[in-house]
């Protein structure tokens, strides 16, 4: 298929978990929020110059490319990797920022005052990621053969989670410090025994 048809297609899935569509590119921090979703989930691509009801408007100036490396390279701590692909369609330049999944998580996007925050992708929406997601990063990190310790802590916590609770009731119900619920709710999670959704702009936290 011709570059145009290639477009349509993309276009045609809307924007989800792993597409995200930009009208303009007028601010290097917001586009690197994207970047950030992106590389700490499953990665994705940008369909820069394209509205949210997918009509192709184009990339506006040179400007505009610039901020898109800039957001890659200067805003994104660490650097994200990313790749650009240009294409020419009725007389409008469309660049597709494809970001593949980090291993190096997390990326975080730097915002105007120079501070970091991390992201993910959830279904369409760039979220800022929840503290148990920094700790299940740092809990991936370690050897694949590290296996849980069923201690009295772990019991608590378990017998807390009753159905889909957010971070703070766990605690509460716990009566476990909080840097340790969120200790031992990464590893659960990474360990399969426990699942996190985003519901009504929160996370839950339930048995798996």
């Known amino acids: 298929m011709d570059d145009k048809e290639y477009l349509l297609s993309l276009i045609r899935e809307g924007e989800h978990q792993q597409q995200d569509f930009k009208y303009r590119v007028a601010d290097a921090c917001k586009l690197a929020k994207s970047v950030s979703a992106f590389a700490n989930t499953d990665g994705g691509r940008l369909l820069i ?24 390279y200067k805003f994104c701590k660490p650097e994200a990797s990313i790749k650009f692909d240009t294409y020419h369609v009725d007389k409008r330049t469309i660049v597709v920022a494809t970001v593949p999944p980090s291993g190096k998580r997390p990326i975080c996007a730097l915002d105007e005052e120079g501070r970091k925050r991390a992201y993910i992708r959830m279904n369409d929406e760039n979220i800022v990621a929840s503290p148990v997601h920094l700790a299940l990063w740092r809990e991936s990190q370690k050897p694949q053969g590290t296996m849980i310790t069923y201690d009295d802590d772990i019991r608590l916590l378990l017998d807390a989670i009753q159905g889909q609770l957010p971070l703070n009731r766990i605690v509460r119900l716990s009566r476990l410090p909080r840097h340790k619920v969120i200790t031992l709710l990464a590893r659960l999670i990474r360990f399969g025994n426990v699942r996190c959704v985003y519901v009504n702009q929160q996370f839950l936290f339930s048995m798996a």
Request: no cysteine; glycine share 12%; net charge negative.
């Open 49 to 72: 110059g394209v509205r949210d009801d997918g009509h192709l408007s184009g990339v506006r100036s040179e400007e505009e490319i610039y901020m898109m490396h800039q957001a890659a």
